[in-house]
């Protein structure tokens, strides 16, 4: 199986994550927090409490994980769209894709990678949701001291499957979404590519950005339910279970709780994305 797709995979990963980690940071707030009255409000009281260091809690853990995250994604996608369709990467940038092969790849990867995720997105949704800096005069520290004590004191006080909290809504939220993901891009660079050449940079950042986009909106109300089921029994067991926590949120908020930070995932899709598959695909051309 070719290396390249995990090596560029890798690269691509830890780029988007700088790029979109403030809008992450504030987006987890506004799903798992009920103290604020909308995304200025959290942007606020972010740099008013924390300074501009507040929207990057938790980032120092994923940009060392999302490497090996986001290599498995492409990797798995690209090697599985191999044995599907025994067509190279390049090879398929001058065939009219097969849209099916193209969604089960994805599928395929996303279901790989949620598993992958699970523990390292955990850690950063609960160091993200740690509203106090540390060592403040007046202020009782923050329960997580980094990425390493975070982790520790899941495994202490939850046990192993601590670190597994919120994954099946990972695995539900992943799976048909990257299949999505993926499909979409690589529709629209087929649509906007003309004479069968290979796309070029303007096609990578717009496919990229719109892919971004429609997976995560379809994605947002179980990223809702992900998000508190990882927060769940940082202090006491709230939900039951995924169902029960998508019944028990909408009966205390409405159905429109599985929307809350729609606004800042599309926001944040949009430029993310474009610069993950524009790096991506240049990366791939350069180690081909």
Not at 62 to 87: D, K, M, R
Not at 207 to 231: E, N
Request: proline share 6%; hydrophobic share 40%; glycine share 10%.
């Amino acid at each position: 199986m070719p290396v390249e797709e995990f090596v560029a995979g890798w690269i691509s990963g830890a780029v988007g994550l700088i790029l979109g980690h403030p809008l992450d940071t504030v987006k987890v707030r506004l799903q798992t927090q009920n103290t604020y009255r909308g995304i200025v409000d959290c942007v606020i009281k972010t740099y008013r409490r924390e300074s501009v260091l507040g929207f990057f809690k938790g980032m120092s853990f994923p940009i060392g994980s999302v490497a090996v995250v986001n290599s498995v994604l492409f990797g798995t996608y690209s090697n599985s769209l191999l044995l599907l369709s025994s067509t190279s990467h390049q090879a398929r940038k001058t065939q009219p894709p097969n849209y099916g092969h193209i969604f089960v790849a994805g599928s395929i990867a996303g279901f790989v990678q949620a598993y992958c995720l699970a523990p390292f997105d955990l850690i950063k949704v609960r160091l993200q949701n740690q509203t106090e800096p540390r060592a403040r005069p007046g202020v009782a520290p923050s329960q997580y001291r980094g990425p390493l004590h975070c982790a520790r004191t899941i495994l202490r006080e939850e046990g192993p499957q601590g670190l597994f909290r919120g994954a099946w809504a990972l695995v539900l939220r992943d799976t048909p979404t990257l299949g999505l993901y993926f499909l979409t891009y690589e529709g629209l660079s087929w649509w906007l590519t003309s004479d069968s050449k290979e796309p070029g940079s303007a096609t990578m950042l717009v496919a990229g950005g719109f892919a971004g986009i429609i997976s995560w909106t379809t994605a947002t109300p179980l990223d809702v339910v992900k998000a508190r089921m990882q927060m769940d029994g940082l202090k006491q067991r709230e939900y039951r279970g995924l169902l029960d926590c998508m019944v028990s949120s909408a009966r205390q908020e409405g159905p429109g709780v599985f929307f809350k930070g729609l606004t800042l995932n599309s926001a944040r899709a949009f430029p993310v994305n474009a610069v993950t598959f524009f790096s991506y695909e240049h990366l791939l051309r350069l180690l081909s």
